[in-house]
């Protein structure tokens, strides 16, 4: 059973590669294109087509780089103020300008300009002239509400609790805000990752 839906799956990987050049062949039918091929060798053509992958790098003085690093920053000063914050800051940066906004639900309290600031100078904009961003002459403008009572209500409970559909123990954990990550590690470089961004990382480095 394992190999027929084996077959079968390469089939239909063959029919859809196919069904694209069957339209630009005039007089090729899909069954005279497959006929007198192995699967195995028609799979491996397709897979043996080149394509061009590329990957790019950006430094800490990066405007993404600089909003990560900022709220980065403001969340592991809270968490070290209060363990049990709960950070959510979002931060925007323009010529001169440093936006921090978001939720943000603590017992701490912390000067946000200052540690806006004292990051932007530890990247290095240090100098009004220099694109016209630097730590002391940007405006940075603080606009940050408590969690809202939505999300936190995922947070303090999971659904499952609070619904008493589950008594499992990681059921009980609420989640707030979720997201999805995936990557993966590859063999074409000492560090398992792809060689279009390790070649990116090192370009950047030098």
Known sequence: MLSIGVKTLRVIRIRRYLGYYQSKLTGVTLENALAGFDLQVKENWLLSRRYLFTSESVTEGHPDKICDQISDTILDTMLALDPTS?????VVVNTGLVVVTGEISSNASANFVKIVRQKIAEIGYTNPKNNGFSCDSCSVLIAL??????????VDQAQETREQTSDERWDAVGAGDQGIMFGFACNETPELMPLPISLAHRISRE
């Not at 709960?86 to 979002?90: I, M, P, Q, S």
């Not at 509400?145 to 995922?154: H, N, P, R, Y």
């Open 86 to 90: 709960r950070v959510a800051a979002e």
């Open 145 to 154: 509400d408590e969690q809202s009572v939505d999300i936190a209500q995922g």
